[in-house]
């Protein structure tokens, strides 16, 4: 098993010949604004991304999505990712948006 952090809660897990990507988190730094909640005032992404998107996204079997907060799972996830790749998520709420965005999963 190989795990590559990307940033955050965004990895890549290679596993038994497959590529999975975890959380794609895939904006630019910055676009997101702080959360307040949690005692930070800088805008998110704090970091930049460590290779472009198409590195990132190059070879991936499938992604997986924890779950829906735009820090595990942004707009430019949603529109970077190919529509047909497979998707694993945790329930049928998070399907059903992964659906209203184009995929289908």
Request: proline fraction near 8%; charged fraction near 20%.
């Amino acid at each position: 098993m190989r795990i590559t952090q990307i940033r955050n809660a965004t990895i890549i897990v290679e596993y038994a010949g497959k590529r999975f990507l975890i959380d794609p988190m895939l904006g630019p730094k910055g676009s997101f604004p702080p959360y307040p909640f949690a005692g930070n005032w800088k805008w998110n992404p704090v970091v930049d991304l460590p290779m472009d998107i198409s590195q990132i996204l190059s070879g991936i079997d499938a992604v997986i999505a924890t779950h829906y907060h735009f820090d595990h799972l942004d707009s430019t996830a949603f529109k970077v990712i190919p529509k047909d790749m497979k998707i694993f998520v945790k329930d049928n709420n998070n399907r059903k948006l992964f659906i209203r965005k184009g995929f289908t999963c």
